[in-house]
């Protein structure tokens, strides 16, 4: 198994924490959120948190194992099948009709139970459900908990005699999301403070609109950017990343209409021709009002890019609205890119990325400082003055099982306050990519909107 640290990070991917502002049901505002049912959706993943929390455990002490309803139910199925510990089942509420169980399964009076929790809190969820297992006779000696929200559950239940197993705590995770670059020091500072109890005041930063973005841009490829957005009520741009000409103008008339711009790794193309690639793909661009992003992800130094960008067979000045380029040259290296808009790559979506925190504060500098720069690439918030581009976004998945990362609309909209999403395989390989590219373009929308 992987480390504890990389295991996290996976779950993370899934979306089970949230930062921002978040009333709790007691009334109270909360810098964070938790919601670990995603991990169930991930079958190699809940097999191997079963795994994890079954090592902490003295197994020999336990006859059965049950989870509290709902979200802990799969996590005790699953660590049943690995442990085969018997698993029985607790009701949220009695049957109104039969026998009028609590508990289900097979089990004997003075049996000793594992109760599995998600997430703890104040605890009293749990010392409702322990006596109702009790009143069956069962004993719970221990609970094993995913992650303690550190707000006084353990130490409470733990006064009352029963042992508590954690896997995560709050503050572990925050310090493994900040060495990852996923939260500044203003939000731990105030996930600190909230877990101390104080009352954590937010200043209410919210996300700019197209509409005020419009005012702050300057550079021409940004403003058209945004005015497509609007125009079209569309923040999707396709990967494009197929390998023939024919592909590439199919999936470009398909996926038109709903699209800002079409992104092109346009090396990838076997049998690229100027002529009968690069002319009907601007036509199309016309027709559909969308622009050409390419994404060739320069890396070099100026005199090699402007080379790269002008000659060659691609001639890429000629045709591409806007390109991606690294910053790894030096602010001087992306002088060449006249003409055209430069979506700098400040942070990768795969896994290992180099692209560490140090790194992205760095590009960031040049990004922010340098003319020819409209936007950035990145999996974290950026100054709201740059346009924020996000890929690895995919409705289905949350992985391609070679490093890719990815994350739902909501996510990038509402947490990273992303302009703009990029959707590759979620839409060319879906068995409609124009039916698939409406639902991101929908799905992308009513992301935006709800993140204003
Ligand atoms: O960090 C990055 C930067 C980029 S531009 N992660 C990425 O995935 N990309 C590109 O986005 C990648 O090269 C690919 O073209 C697209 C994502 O495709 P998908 O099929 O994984 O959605």
């Not at 322990?130 to 992650?147: A, F, K, M, Q, T």
């Not at 090699?304 to 060659?312: H, K, N």
């Not at 039916?435 to 929908?442: F, G, T």
Request: proline share 3%; glycine share 6%; charged share 25%.
């Amino acid at each position: 198994m992987e480390s504890k640290k990389e295991f996290f990070l996976e779950c993370y991917q899934l979306g089970i924490i949230k930062f921002g502002k978040f009333t709790l049901k007691s009334g109270i505002e909360s810098p964070f959120y938790v919601d670990l049912r995603p991990l169930a959706s991930d079958p190699r993943i809940l097999k191997h948190l079963a795994n994890y929390l079954l090592e902490m455990l003295p197994l020999d002490n336990f006859d059965v194992i049950c989870g509290v309803p709902y979200a802990a139910l799969p996590m005790a199925t699953a660590m049943s099948l690995e442990s085969y510990l018997p698993l029985i089942i607790k009701r949220k509420e009695a049957k109104a009709y039969g026998t009028k169980k609590l508990i289900e399964g097979i089990y004997t009076k003075g049996q000793n139970c594992l109760l599995v929790e998600d997430v703890i809190t104040s605890g009293k969820s749990l010392l409702e459900t322990i006596p109702e297992i009790e009143n069956e006779g069962i004993s719970v000696s221990d609970i094993v908990v995913v992650l303690d929200r550190q707000q006084g559950g353990k130490e409470l239940l733990e006064s009352k005699g029963y042992r508590v197993h954690t896997l995560f705590t709050i503050s572990e995770v925050c310090t493994i999301l900040k060495d990852e670059g996923h939260l500044d020091d203003e939000e731990v500072s105030r996930i600190s403070d909230f877990l101390a109890g104080n009352a954590v005041k937010f200043e209410d930063k919210k996300r700019l609109s197209y509409e005020q973005k419009l005012e702050y841009a300057d550079h021409s490829v940004a403003k058209k950017l945004l005015e497509i957005a609007l125009q079209k009520k569309s923040n999707l741009i396709v990967s494009a990343d197929v390998i023939t000409t024919a592909e590439l103008l199919d999936l470009a008339e398909k996926v038109g209409p709903h699209i800002v711009a079409l992104k092109t790794h346009i090396d990838i193309i076997t049998d690229f021709d100027s002529d009968s690639t690069i002319l009907p793909l601007k036509d199309l661009a016309a027709k559909h009002n969308f622009l050409l992003m390419e994404d060739r992800k320069f890396a070099d130094i100026g005199n090699t890019q402007e080379l790269q960008f002008s000659y060659g067979i691609y001639k890429i000045s000629n045709w591409a609205d806007f390109v991606t380029a690294q910053v790894i040259g030096g602010y001087d290296s992306l002088d060449c890119f006249r003409n055209v808009g430069v979506v700098a790559i400040l942070g990768m979506s795969s896994k290992g990325t180099l692209t560490d925190k140090n790194y992205q504060e760095e590009a960031l500098k040049v990004a922010q400082s340098h003319p020819n720069v409209i936007g950035g690439v990145s999996q974290k918030q950026i100054p709201d003055e740059l346009l924020l581009f996000t890929p690895g976004v995919n409705l289905a998945d949350s992985g391609d099982g070679k490093g890719q990362q990815y994350n739902t609309p909501e996510h990038v909209f509402s947490n990273l306050h992303t302009d703009f999403m990029i959707v590759g395989r979620g839409i060319y390989k879906a068995p409609d990519a124009e039916k698939s590219a409406l639902n991101y373009k929908i799905a992308g929308w009513n992301a935006y909107e709800t993140s204003l």
